[in-house]
């Protein structure tokens, strides 16, 4: 094999998986639970990345410091409400879960515990509006990954324009992950 026919294999490869992994997070929005994460007030400013708003959920900070215990990358166990809203059960340790619990993925990073999406990047001029977000709403696999969806106000009514791909983001949504 020629270098050119190398570098044209692993150019292929790389956009191969790349596709893959747009492909799992574009049937994870279509076919995952809507799930709905108390969202704890945060800044929603940056002057330097312009405007967006640094989300800090209930649950995890629930959970702050993790226990020691705790491997770094595991699962909790969340139960929903009538409205979908998501609290704390327990950390997954192999048990059989309820009609109304899923997984939530989680990794602890410097010691603090993260779910997913850190970030919610929105149109300029639009601070006022996301001021009002009290939740996240998140599509979720049996396995317990998630997407961010967009966010909602106390109601849970959306913000914004409906859908995801408002804005940059690795998954969609406005959504920033800081994985």
Do not use: C
Request: no cysteine; net charge positive.
């Amino acid at each position: 094999m020629s270098r050119r026919q190398g570098l044209l294999a692993g150019l292929l490869l790389v956009l191969a998986v790349v596709n893959g992994l747009v492909l799992q997070k574009e049937l994870l929005l279509r076919e995952g639970t809507r799930l709905f994460l108390e969202l704890a007030p945060v800044d929603p400013r940056s002057l330097i990345q312009g405007d967006y708003m640094r989300l800090d959920y209930a649950l995890t900070r629930e959970l702050q410091p993790p226990a020691p215990d705790w491997p770094r990358d595991g699962r909790l166990v969340v139960r929903t409400d009538e409205r979908g809203v998501a609290g704390f059960v327990g950390r997954d340790q192999g048990q059989p879960l309820e009609g109304n619990q899923r997984f939530l993925r989680y990794r602890i990073r410097g010691g603090r515990m993260q779910l997913g999406a850190e970030s919610f990047f929105f149109q300029e001029g639009q601070a006022e509006l996301y001021q009002q977000a009290r939740f996240a709403e998140f599509r979720v696999n049996p396995a317990g990954e998630v997407v961010l969806v967009g966010l909602r106000d106390e109601a849970l009514q959306p913000l914004g324009k409906p859908g995801p791909g408002r804005s940059r983001g690795e998954t969609g949504g406005g959504e920033r992950s800081h994985r």
